[in-house]
């Protein structure tokens, strides 16, 4: 599955999403003051004429689709919802220079040039820089893990990075705009829309508790839509690969490793050398599908649904990396993903304890695994461009043997073939 996609979404803005912008909405409200910031200027507008900036970063990419749905729902102009750009070695040289404010993994410390850059803008100024604190994520695995918590650095980064822009003088004010950062739990709506209720009831004019949940209904929905579509890209991926038995690659990451300031897009590279890539995000979750791919695990009573991962890891708390580990069983099981690229991040420290299971679980199948670890600002171009050499490599020569021994080892009556013509 093509990176750009994702990217492409960011960029675009639906149609039907401008109808609903248009729909009447209630009447504005005098504004409230914020304790966040002294600008209270952009309360005072009427909701279609404000201009809200959200960071492309961290959990963003995963949930963009939920706070797009969400805020066109409440009359929000999504035409005047701004991303900032993709994370580069220049925004944050020209926008997040001296606003560190403690030492931290690289994707958190990228934020700054990210809220720099909008802070800065002249063309299309913000009013509001909205950038939620997600406690937690909806997940696929959702019900078959014990939470789906996001990092704590990920969570408390608004608040983090909000700080460097405080030090010598409040920044925001400088621009007139509003900092808002609510604390959020995705994975609860009716909580989610009290906690948005109450962030946002001073800057969005007129705000009540009802229209919240019904906005909070349509984020999720708008989410929902955008996963299943994925999901569904991703199986044709799969299809087409076992129909012409040719090889895919899986990537092993968190979702902001799309960002190629971020992941360095490695796995573009490797699409380019013609390889299909699936994101483990994305993979689909068909039931006759996970039925096929799980039954030996289901029937030795190892696992308790094919999304159960409390095999390989009891302490499922956390929802990207739960996500990962399951990515990782899908790809063991499934014949066509003969090769894993796990990526991580510098100075992360929650995908430290799961670098061993991952290749373990991986490898255990047969399967090819690379890992890309510790990236940061800098992309070893030359480094990277002799790796992905080395995986196609691979991959032209052992790819062939590698999907015949997982098929062999696999149950009969594959969903992804033609009837009849299953694998066994
Ligand atoms: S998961 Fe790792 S890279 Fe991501 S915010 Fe947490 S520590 Fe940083």
């Known amino acids: 599955m093509p990176t750009p996609t994702l990217l492409r979404w960011f960029a675009s803005r639906p149609s039907s999403l401008l109808a609903r912008a248009r729909a009447p909405g209630p009447e504005p409200a005098p504004a409230s003051t914020s304790s966040e910031s002294a600008a209270a200027a952009p309360a005072r507008k009427p909701r279609e004429l404000l201009r809200i900036g959200l960071p492309r970063t961290l959990n963003l990419w995963s949930t963009h689709q939920f706070w797009v749905g969400f805020l066109t729902a409440l009359g929000i102009d999504p035409r005047r919802i701004e991303f900032s750009s993709d994370t580069s070695d220049a925004q944050g040289r020209a926008f997040g220079m001296g606003r560190g404010t403690v030492d931290c993994c690289y994707p958190v410390k990228c934020m700054s040039g990210h809220y720099g850059e909008l802070l800065a803008r002249e063309k299309r100024p913000i009013d509001i820089l909205l950038t939620p604190m997600i406690a937690a994520l909806p997940s696929f695995l959702g019900g078959h893990v014990m939470a789906s918590l996001a990092c704590p650095r990920v969570m408390a980064a608004p608040e983090n990075i909000r700080a460097g822009f405080m030090r010598s003088g409040d920044a925001f004010a400088e621009h007139g705009i509003r900092h808002v950062s609510p604390l959020v739990n995705l994975d609860e709506p009716q909580l989610a829309a009290r906690q948005l209720h109450t962030a946002l009831q001073d800057v969005l004019p007129g705000l009540v508790p009802a229209e919240t949940q019904r906005a909070v209904d349509a984020g999720m929905r708008a989410l929902a839509d955008f996963g299943a579509r994925m999901r569904a890209r991703s199986l044709e991926i799969l299809e087409a690969c076992a129909r012409e038995n040719r090889p895919c690659l899986l990537v092993l990451a968190r979702p902001y490793h799309m960002d190629p300031g971020i992941g360095h897009e490695i796995e573009v590279d490797l699409q380019g050398c013609g390889y299909p890539v699936l994101w483990s995000q994305y993979l689909p979750t068909d039931e006759a599908l996970l039925r096929w791919m799980f039954r030996a695990d289901l029937d030795a009573g190892l696992i308790r649904s094919p999304l159960d991962i409390a095999d390989v890891w009891p302490s499922s708390y956390s929802a990207n990396t739960n996500e990962i580990l399951w990515g990782a069983k899908f790809a063991a099981r499934m014949p066509w993903v003969a090769c894993v690229v796990r990526l991580s991040s510098y100075e992360c420290g929650m995908d430290q304890p799961t670098y061993t299971p991952v290749q373990r679980i991986v490898e255990s199948s047969g399967t090819l695994f690379f890992s890309f670890q510790d990236l940061d600002a800098t ?16 991959l032209r020569t052992m790819s062939a043997g590698i999907i015949e021994r997982k098929r062999a080892g696999a149950a009969p ?7 009849g013509d299953g694998v066994g």
């Open 379 to 394: 992309k070893p171009a030359g480094s990277v461009k002799i790796r992905v050499e080395t995986i196609d490599a691979y």
């Open 413 to 419: 009556g594959c969903p992804l073939l033609a009837a």
